[in-house]
């Protein structure tokens, strides 16, 4: 498999200020990536520091002072990554409450719900399904701030929101389960996108309950908690506004048929 990604982003800040950006490919065996990345700041190259964080994550962080930033990343991704890697410390710190997935709130719900399915392959499927009736896609319904109890009772979100309900649940039911940003092929609106992973069977799958992209193409990013951990931009101190956004994700040949019942990993 043979995926072109990329992202253009224009940043006015105005005010000195320390950004974040998490939006190159993690690392995986299995893949090859070629990638080019460019920070331009009022005209001129600048070099961020990349920090290595867990399952891959690569943050971007850059001291800007006031004036325009444009970011630019393309990267061809090649082959398919192995399974994700599984440790005991993910089984534990997948099954915590987050501040967007908040599980706790959801035991007795989840449980009334979802407890009966005791073959995870069904279990997936039906939260997916779940959450994915329960919610409209409404791009610009929810609040950043916004938690899976809120977006269960707003009964609308975009995928980050979909993603922390579906997270959500499955901790509820002891399903050790977390959130992955991902470049997206088939995706329309063509957006960074937020999916789920839960762990089953000894590997993590990956569940949407948007149903928006085929889970068989798509290419992580970052993985963590919540958006807490994933965000694409984190601005630390000045005041900055997001003028432009374009990203671009498409797969060498013919999109892949998905299917809600299919355990899929991302590759």
């Given at each position: 498999m043979k995926r072109e990604v990329g992202v253009q982003l224009e940043v006015a800040i105005t005010g000195a200020t320390t950004l974040e950006f998490q939006i190159a490919v993690a690392p995986q065996p299995g893949i090859s990536v070629f990638e080019e990345l460019s920070f331009v700041l009022n005209g001129s190259p600048v070099f961020p520091l990349e920090i290595g964080g867990v399952h891959g994550n690569r943050i971007h962080k850059l001291d800007a002072q006031a004036g325009t930033l444009r970011v630019g990343y393309e990267a061809t991704i090649v082959g398919r990554a192995d399974p994700a890697p599984v440790t005991e410390y993910d089984l534990s710190m997948y099954l915590r409450p987050?501040?967007?997935?908040?599980?706790?709130?959801?035991?007795?719900?989840?449980?009334?719900?979802?407890?009966?399915?005791l073959d995870s392959e069904s279990l997936l499927e039906k939260v997916s399904l779940w959450v994915g009736t329960r919610l409209n896609y409404v791009p610009g319904s929810s609040d950043p701030i916004?938690?899976?109890?809120?977006?269960?009772?707003?009964?609308?979100?975009?995928?980050?929101?979909?993603?922390?309900?579906?997270v959500a649940l499955l901790r509820a039911v002891n399903v050790p389960a977390r959130v992955v940003s991902v470049y997206a092929p088939g995706l329309y609106p063509m957006d960074f996108h937020a999916v789920a992973e839960a762990y089953v069977k000894g590997q993590w799958r990956v569940v949407d309950g948007t149903l928006l992209a085929p889970r068989q193409t798509l290419v992580r990013i970052a993985t963590g908690r919540d958006a807490a951990d994933i965000a694409f931009l984190d601005n630390h101190s000045g005041a900055i506004t997001l003028e432009r956004l374009e990203v671009m994700a498409v797969v060498d040949g013919d999109l892949p048929r998905d299917s809600i019942d299919r355990l899929v990993s991302i590759g």
């Amino acid at each position: 498999m043979k995926r072109e990604v990329g992202v253009q982003l224009e940043v006015a800040i105005t005010g000195a200020t320390t950004l974040e950006f998490q939006i190159a490919v993690a690392p995986q065996p299995g893949i090859s990536v070629f990638e080019e990345l460019s920070f331009v700041l009022n005209g001129s190259p600048v070099f961020p520091l990349e920090i290595g964080g867990v399952h891959g994550n690569r943050i971007h962080k850059l001291d800007a002072q006031a004036g325009t930033l444009r970011v630019g990343y393309e990267a061809t991704i090649v082959g398919r990554a192995d399974p994700a890697p599984v440790t005991e410390y993910d089984l534990s710190m997948y099954l915590r409450p987050s501040r967007y997935a908040e599980a706790d709130k959801f035991y007795g719900f989840a449980a009334t719900e979802f407890g009966s399915y005791l073959d995870s392959e069904s279990l997936l499927e039906k939260v997916s399904l779940w959450v994915g009736t329960r919610l409209n896609y409404v791009p610009g319904s929810s609040d950043p701030i916004d938690g899976a109890v809120d977006t269960l009772l707003a009964g609308a979100g975009v995928c980050r929101d979909f993603a922390h309900l579906v997270v959500a649940l499955l901790r509820a039911v002891n399903v050790p389960a977390r959130v992955v940003s991902v470049y997206a092929p088939g995706l329309y609106p063509m957006d960074f996108h937020a999916v789920a992973e839960a762990y089953v069977k000894g590997q993590w799958r990956v569940v949407d309950g948007t149903l928006l992209a085929p889970r068989q193409t798509l290419v992580r990013i970052a993985t963590g908690r919540d958006a807490a951990d994933i965000a694409f931009l984190d601005n630390h101190s000045g005041a900055i506004t997001l003028e432009r956004l374009e990203v671009m994700a498409v797969v060498d040949g013919d999109l892949p048929r998905d299917s809600i019942d299919r355990l899929v990993s991302i590759g």
